[in-house]
């Protein structure tokens, strides 16, 4: 079987000019030529923010760009039509599309409400800071634009948990709707984060429930995608994505990929939320993530040795999304811990490269990010190519040193001349003698990263003394 190499299809800063789904599907055939099999697209129901909205401020999931809504028709990234299409030439390129699911809170509701809450402390919900008060919520959506096409469901108090803003008193709050409790098992970061933005979504409302899985199964039958890419999870009910899946894996009649979002360093979090969800979906790596940012932030003085025991794909390699960057650790976002540009190429030869975990490539790596003057990655396409044509087989891991790490795949026989060699090191120039395949012996290769290196010749075992420049990655396959 070949690689999987997913790409998140987009940035924080794209250009808002409702062209994203005619690019996307423009670029299918050259993603394709660099072993991109797999594509996360943004959300694609319009957001609180009409056509500036990235996606994450959820207004309307069923409007897909088709409805006048929000000040426009289309999205950010275009028409329904042209998501449509999109869709269709991704896949017809061999690219699997993954849709991006947000369901945990919605915004720009269409009317307030009168409701009773009560004040919990921002950084512990499980503390009231005041007794039952009335406050203004907007939770009333009822898509006027829409008409009631696909769905009557009219969102209401009952179907959140809570909301932060006071619209009669224009304050800020964390406020919990009167006869509500937060979701009893979510992250326990400020007590309970249950409450992320927005209007919170009552998981523990059946009403709630059934209006989410109802447009689920919409979504399925609209839309062809090929999985789900499922945001803010740790804000959400543990259970409810099991049974959401579960759901919509019945009603697709088959077994698909989805991969969640939880945010946290902490991989024993994520481990649990696993167990939680019986493995019915995979997480990105995001313990990798800060181990890569502590990495190229410690000046050569991380101990390059560990990186492995940091990963979720180490510990679970067949539910690990591993990345380096996202539209969240970009510059200018909240979570923003964008990795520095000399650590990229080290990063993405790991990712790549090695036999764990599905590698997820950023777009603004992969094309730059012209709203902040980042160039692409340089290597990441070749990368991407490696990691398609050369990265098969069984791992030889050597991390057996705090600065120069590296590791090996044999190749296999489904892929005629393959295998690879990584060396990397965050400190000075170095070299380790490591094994790649007996069956090789006497065969020379080479450093796609840089044709000035000498290519070097595999001994009778195999192996050879491999090089790496100072705070860079050389990555070897056969001449
Ligand atoms: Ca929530």
Redesign the pocket.
């Given at each position: 079987m070949d690689n999987l190499t997913m790409l998140q299809g987009f940035e924080w800063y794209l250009p808002e000019d409702g062209m994203h789904w005619n690019r996307l599907a423009q670029a299918a055939p050259q993603l394709q030529e660099s072993g991109i099999n797999m594509i996360w697209l943004p959300p694609a129901y319009k957001g609180a923010a009409g056509r500036c909205s990235v996606g994450y401020d959820v207004y309307d999931t069923y409007d897909l760009g088709e409805f006048d809504q929000k000040g426009s028709v289309a999205t950010k990234y275009g028409t329904k039509e042209e998501y449509l299409a999109a869709v269709h030439t991704l896949q017809q390129h061999g690219i699997q599309v993954l849709a991006d699911v947000v369901l945990?809170?919605m915004m720009g509701a269409d009317a307030t409400e009168r409701v009773a809450v009560i004040e919990d402390a921002a950084n512990n919900r499980e503390q009231a800071i005041s007794g039952e008060q009335q406050i203004m919520a907007w939770t009333r959506f009822d898509f006027p634009g829409r008409g009631g096409k696909y769905s009557d469901f009219h969102w209401n108090a009952s179907h959140f948990s809570g909301t932060d803003w006071d619209d009669g008193a224009k304050r800020n709050g964390i406020f919990c709707f009167k006869g509500k409790t937060w979701?009893r098992e979510?992250d326990t970061e400020n007590g309970n984060y249950?409450?992320?933005m927005g209007a919170?979504?009552d998981t523990d409302n059946p009403e709630t429930v059934k209006a989410v899985t109802d447009w689920g199964k919409w979504y399925l039958d609209a839309v062809p995608v090929d999985g789900f890419r499922l945001d803010a999870v740790k804000?959400?009910s543990f259970d409810f994505y099991r049974n959401w899946l579960q759901e919509m894996r019945a009603h697709r009649g088959s077994d698909f990929f989805a991969v969640g979002e939880y945010w946290s360093p902490d991989l024993g979090r994520l481990l649990h939320y696993l167990e939680r969800v019986e493995g019915s979906m995979s997480l990105f790596d995001v313990p990798l993530h800060f181990a890569f940012t502590k990495a190229a932030n410690s000046n050569g003085m991380y101990d390059l040795g560990r990186l492995r025991q940091e990963s979720l794909a180490e510990r679970m390699p067949d539910n690990a999304v591993t990345f380096v960057d996202n539209h969240d650790t970009q510059p200018g976002q909240a979570l923003s811990s964008f990795i520095p540009v000399w650590f990229k190429p080290l990063a993405y030869a790991y990712i790549l490269l090695q036999e764990k975990g599905i590698p997820c490539v950023f777009y603004g790596d992969y094309y730059g990010i012209p709203h902040d003057g980042i160039a692409p990655v340089a290597g990441l396409r070749v990368l991407c190519q490696v990691r398609a044509r050369y990265a098969y087989g069984p791992e030889h891991a050597y991390f057996d040193d705090c600065d120069v790490v590296g590791f090996t795949r044999a190749g296999d026989e489904e892929h005629p001349q393959s295998g690879v060699a990584v060396l990397m090191t965050d400190h000075d120039a170095g070299s380790k003698y490591m094994q790649v395949n007996a069956a090789y012996a006497g065969r020379l290769m080479r450093n796609v990263l840089d044709d000035t290196m000498a290519p070097v010749t595999l001994d009778e075992q195999g192996g050879a003394l491999f090089s790496a420049a100072g705070g860079a990655v050389s990555v070897w396959v056969l001449a």
């Open positions: 945990n809170h979701n979510t249950d409450y992320l919170d979504l804000h959400i």
